[in-house]
């Protein structure tokens, strides 16, 4: 069983930063973040494959959102700058065991979950 956990979430003004981590157990793993929020579906915010190579971002948060990967760790991180109130939600970390070149970048792809963090944006 993957064991994905999360850190880094919490309260911030519009036009901040946060830095979210999510560190897998066992192999490396095509992963994404996805996020939700309230009254609202799922949806992809950036997925990276298992080598750290082809990143995808949703348009709401290209150029503003990185996501990397340290393969050491087997930690994947979500830098999100110039942050909008509209970002707000809880923010989901997936893992996929398919080891792709370019990574699923729908939800129904990923097997494993994170817990979820929080992600507020206060204007």
């Known amino acids: 069983q993957v064991q994905l956990v999360e850190s880094g979430g919490g309260l911030v003004q519009a036009g901040g930063s946060l830095r979210l981590s999510c560190t897998a157990s066992g192999r490396r793993y095509d992963m994404g973040w996805f996020r939700q929020a309230p009254g609202k579906e799922r949806e992809v915010v950036a997925v990276?494959?298992?080598?750290?190579?082809?990143?995808y971002y949703a348009d709401s948060v290209k150029g503003r959102f990185t996501i990397s990967r340290d393969n050491a760790k087997n930690t994947v991180y979500l830098q999100m700058n110039s942050l909008k109130p509209e970002d707000t939600a809880v923010y989901y970390c997936?893992?996929?065991?398919?080891?792709?070149?370019?990574?699923?970048?729908?939800?129904?792809?990923?097997?494993?979950w994170g817990q979820g963090t929080q992600v507020t944006v206060s204007s």
């Open positions: 990276i494959n298992w080598s750290g190579g082809s990143p």
């Open positions: 997936a893992a996929d065991r398919t080891q792709s070149l370019v990574p699923p970048r729908v939800s129904g792809r990923y097997e494993y």
